[in-house]
């Protein structure tokens, strides 16, 4: 058996940074809510060819980052290396085009076979949002300004900018193709192996490279901008009028092209530069051909995914938690009192640690570790006169209450 620990690039998540991850995605669900989506879990694997073909087979998650496996009964199947197929695929599959537009929220594991590093991992967690229906580039300013609010609501937008590109209709990409194929040709001694693959098979893919050397070439490439179609060019400015009316700040890359094939019309990561390589905690964009492409109606969508590794570790606070109330009977013939007073009072709303083992200052000890601020102990004497021993674990004091008042003393003293 190999080694008792987790798989190379999974972990496990405990303490601070489960409190942390917990943050982002309870913020995320409220503000989404307040947005009108609503939650939408789709299953953690999916045929592999719901991921294969949208997200690209020359794309770098298709061509050697995906977990597929066949199932016992021969199926092809895949865990979901991100959500966006997934949220597709469960549109079409539940018929959903009677209800649009559709505002779905997800969060949960994926899975990527990359080489770890910090920020990166094979099991990873985002927090996902896709608005379907709307070919409108005001949707993709909802969207947007939903990644944002949610970036000010954890208190990390100082450290973040959005990154804002389009990559056009069908008719621009493939002018712009052309142009990036011309200018690679005359490149090509100056091109990565893996680039030299991807000029046959998805030139614009190069743009995305991490090779020092193809980042040189990639420094003069031709710019999409100057390939935009009228139409394009017009949803791209409505959109950041859009922005400019939300008041959201951004800045242009014409070079951003995303890791996934799907993308149409707006691509858009938001960037930091406090978690070293590892730095675009959303990214997402608008994928108006991927519905029709699964088999679905021809129905237009934008949407955004974050990481939520990544938005934890830039929190600068760890997360306010309850603190809890210690609970300690000091023998077995109270430990149906005690049982019975915790139960209540976690009714009542108080966080109660119920705390039945070791002597006194041991159990005192466990309590401080814990934060709490409260002990309530109960001997002999509290149980045959019905009144608590409470400690007051900061103050260091204690106080005698009866057992009815608990709550309402507890309540009194902000516990
Ligand atoms: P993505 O850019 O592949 O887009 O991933 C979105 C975010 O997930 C990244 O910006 C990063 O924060 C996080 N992430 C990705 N891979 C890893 C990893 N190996 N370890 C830790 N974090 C990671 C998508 O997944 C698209 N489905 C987004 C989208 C939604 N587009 C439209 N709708």
Redesign the pocket.
Known sequence: MKKLQPAR?TRDIYGSEANRMQKVVDSFRTLGAGFGFEDLATPIFEFTEVFSRPLGESSD?VSKEMYGFEDRGGEALTLR?????GVSRAFVSGGMQQNLPCRFMSHGP?F?Y?RPQK????Q???I???LIGPADPLADVEVLTLGWRLLEALGVSGDVTLVLNSLGDPESRANYRDALVAYYEDHRSALSEDSLTRLATNPLRILDSKDDGDKTVNEGAPSIADHLSDAARAFFDRVQAGLAATGIPYTLNPHLV???D??THTAF??ITDALGA?G????????DGLIKQLGGPDTP???????????AMLLAEEPAVQAPIFMMPMGDSQALTALSLADSLRLDGFKVIADRSGNLGKRLKRADAAAARFAIILGETECATNMATVKDLTASDQHNIAFDALGAWLREQDA
């Open positions: 690039g998650i290396p991100e959500f966006t197929a994926l990527r990359e920020g990166r991992y094979r990873f967690h985002q996902n949002a896709e995303r890791g996934l799907y993308y990561e938001f590892q675009t905690v959303i990214g997402g964009g608008r994928y969508a934008i949407g955004f995914a974050g990481g939520i590794e990544r938005l």
